[in-house]
T-cell receptor
């Protein structure tokens, strides 16, 4: 089934640990994104990639890093997790650069991360 | 600054009509999106407006007034499965999406 797959679905992590959230899409979309979603706030962009080999910072990039070695994969790494990074993380893709003009974002099912 | 405002929560009755409003302030404008998000699930695309007016898609319609910085999502013939959060997002001049916090819609029998 075409779409975006995220892993893990949920994770409890001790503060200071390193964590990588995985994201894979099979729609051959050029653009990919990582968002975090917190109660009472809109989705906030962490990092994005317009195409394989390029990445950019979003609204809340501090404490996170990404890589885009190929079209399909876009992992998000927390180098040293802190409690404020407790959130639901969504990976998304689109077939346009930096958001969509008439198209849409396709979201993964999310990764719920708790940092203690 | 850039900002999206939408009500936090609304309640409606099965079979009725509900209108969810959204106002936006962005640096430039390249369109207004509505997404639906069921609890614990991913957001899914509902509609996109870039020109003024009403776009109808089955039971759902979306309206845009660029001069007023205003949009609404209209849901007709409400069904229990329409209980979800509805996210409004405006695209600025840099094609960055600015998201509202979402409106939780509760449908009662």
């Amino acid at each position: 089934i075409a779409g975006i797959t995220q892993a893990p679905t949920s994770q409890i992590l001790a503060a200071g640990r390193r964590m990588t959230l995985r994201c894979t899409q099979d729609m051959r979309h050029n653009a990919m994104y990582w968002y975090r979603q917190d109660l009472g706030l809109g989705l906030r962009l962490i990092h994005y990639s317009n195409t394989a080999g390029t990445t950019g910072k979003g609204e809340v990039p501090d404490g996170y890093s990404v890589s885009r070695a190929n079209t399909d994969d876009f992992p998000l790494t927390l180098a040293s997790a802190v409690p404020s990074q407790t959130s639901v993380y969504f990976c998304a893709s689109s077939d346009s650069d930096r958001g969509t003009d008439t198209g849409e974002l396709f979201f993964g099912e999310g990764s719920r991360l708790t940092v203690l | 600054g850039q900002n999206i405002d939408q009500p936090t929560e609304m309640t409606a009755t099965e079979g009725a009509i509900v209108q969810i409003n959204c106002t936006y302030q962005t640096s430039g404008f390249n369109g207004l999106f509505w997404y639906q998000q069921h609890a614990g699930e991913a957001p899914t695309f509902l509609s996109y407006n870039v020109l003024d007016g009403l776009e109808e898609k089955g039971r759902f319609s979306s309206f845009l007034s660029r001069s007023k910085g205003y949009s609404y999502l209209l849901l007709k013939e409400l069904q229990m499965k329409d209980s979800a959060s509805y996210l409004c997002a405006a695209m600025d001049s840099n094609y960055q999406l600015i998201w509202g916090a979402g409106t939780k819609l509760i449908i009662k029998p």
